[in-house]
């Protein structure tokens, strides 16, 4: 039984996953910033610390009410937010000095694609992984992930929160844009940055908030934002899959969640004789229980960190990670 | 021209268009012709594909005019997007690099820094460069082929771009002797783009790598 503890940005989670990988328990709490504002790093940390004490009880609770005791204590090292980090390493290093029981590290992006590598059972994907932190596109090579594709900006996280934040819409601000989106029907002219394998999206975001400022029409705009996006996006996914030739394309992190980049991913994915494998909707965003996945994996192959080594890691690539433990059954 | 009365027989499949042989008096030609993406909105497909068939053919032929070994323009079909072209004799360098000795791909490379050198120095920069848009001839020579996303830019940044995806291609298939190969590659770039654009075009190279996500030093 592995505990895995998420807090690397808004989120504070913690969660159980069983030696058959199953979910067990999943409890989460998020930081909700205020219409027209951004994360502070130090009051979502203080969010998290208020909630932390709560949600790990919770996690460890059986229905009737006794509690379990982990064998394995996971906490998300890094990337995010420093303060945030913290407070998840320092609730992971007090439960596994107590309990004498082994601490992992884990990748907050690695996390994201195992947890939806395990539930819609991909083996050795080509994996495309959206959200606030994250827009990459990889594939398993050796021991690690390697980047086949990125963002040189912002990620597509940032890019439709930042706008929903001018707009006015209320956080999360990829699902307030694709709502809008769905009453807009005509296409502005906006920047369509691929370089290759990868996306830029600040010329996007100008492009798309200048145009707001001069009052243009907000439906209009989400569905031609969104739809350049996601279709910037798309051709780098198509542009990859035909290059690595893998037979599976997983769909990861929190923007994930968008039915309409779903579409679009699992239009190519057919289009060239792969399978699609997007994570569930409920599993898309930060999560205790991608934690407690990828460090149930990490565990069993022997990898495990010691209290005097459990730094924060606030920026660390998704390559510099070994993860032996795919191609998965 | 009008394409669609070609006969013509399906060679590849690639990520944007599909590829078909055809023979049109002495030449056997390849015919690509841009598809309609289902996943894009209809306007926005058009739109990319109007113009990127235009701009392709246009840096082809000015490749071309530069000396680089690039396929040539018999005509294009600006109805059907749809370019057609000489045909080229060889394997792609992604799958002839897996069977060379480190010796041999290290020539190779060398040669691909020659033909980029030459497009940078024509102020075309290619925008996709990766080993699997380069055609290995029976002969050993390289040809560029698929300029989709070529530019007319003289700005060290694009010319960057081509440098970085080359390496990151050659990273991902070929990881343990990448660092030997793109100092091949950069010699033979010196040969026809000189010293001088050499450095500045490497430099920004690398310095594009790190505009990733979360590197520790930036």
Partial sequence: MCLGIESTAHTFGASLVDDHDRIVTNVNSTYRPPVGVGIHPRKASEHLASVADSIVKTALSTQDGSSIDPDVIAYAAGPGLGPCLRIGATVGRALSSFLKKPLVAVHHGVAHLDIAM???????????????????????IGKRWRVYGETQ??????????????????????????????KGEKLIKLPYTVKGNDVAYSG??????????????????????????????SEAVERSLVQTRRSEVLLAGGVAASSRLREMIGSIAE??????????????????????????????????????????????????VDVPWIPRN | MDTSKLTSTPLHRGAEAD??????????????????????TPSL?????????????????EAKTAGAKVPSIVGVDVEN???????????VARERLDDMSINDARKLLRSIGEQIGLLHTAGIVHGDLTTSNVIVSPSGEPFIVDFGM??????????????????????ASHNKDSSSMMNSMIRGYEQTAGKKAAGSTWRKAREIARRGRYFAIR
């Fill in chain 2, 45 to 61: 497909d058009e739109q990319i594909r109007h113009d990127r068939t235009i701009s392709e053919a246009s840096r082809i032929h």
């Fill in chain 1, 118 to 140: 395990s539930i819609a059972k991909a083996h050795d994907p080509l994996a495309v992984l959206v959200s606030g932190g994250h827009t990459s596109i990889l594939v398993h």
């Fill in chain 2, 150 to 171: 070529s530019r007319r830019s003289t700005e060290p940044e694009d010319r960057g771009v081509d440098l970085h995806l080359l390496q990151r291609s050659i990273v």
């Fill in chain 1, 204 to 233: 996007l975001l100008t492009a798309a908030t200048s145009s707001l400022h001069r009052q243009g029409n907000l439906a209009d705009l989400c569905f031609s934002l969104q739809e350049t996006a996601f279709a910037m996006l």
């Fill in chain 2, 19 to 40: 590829l078909s042989l055809a023979t049109i008096g002495p030449w056997r030609v390849v015919i690509k012709r841009r598809v309609r993406k289902e996943y894009r």
């Fill in chain 1, 271 to 320: 289009d060239h004789g792969a399978s699609f494998h997007p994570v569930p909707v409920e599993y898309s965003g930060d999560c205790g229980a991608q934690i407690a996945c990828s460090g149930r994996l990490a565990f069993e192959s022997g990898i495990t960190v010691s209290t005097s080594d459990s730094f924060v890691i606030p920026r660390w690539r998704m390559d510099e």
């Fill in chain 1, 153 to 182: 900006d912002i990620t597509l996280g940032n890019l439709l929160d930042m706008f929903a934040r001018e707009a006015k819409l209320p956080s999360p601000g990829g699902l307030s844009v694709s709502k809008e989106a769905m």
């Fill in chain 2, 81 to 91: 997007n749809a370019i057609v072209m000489t045909h080229l004799d060889g394997t």
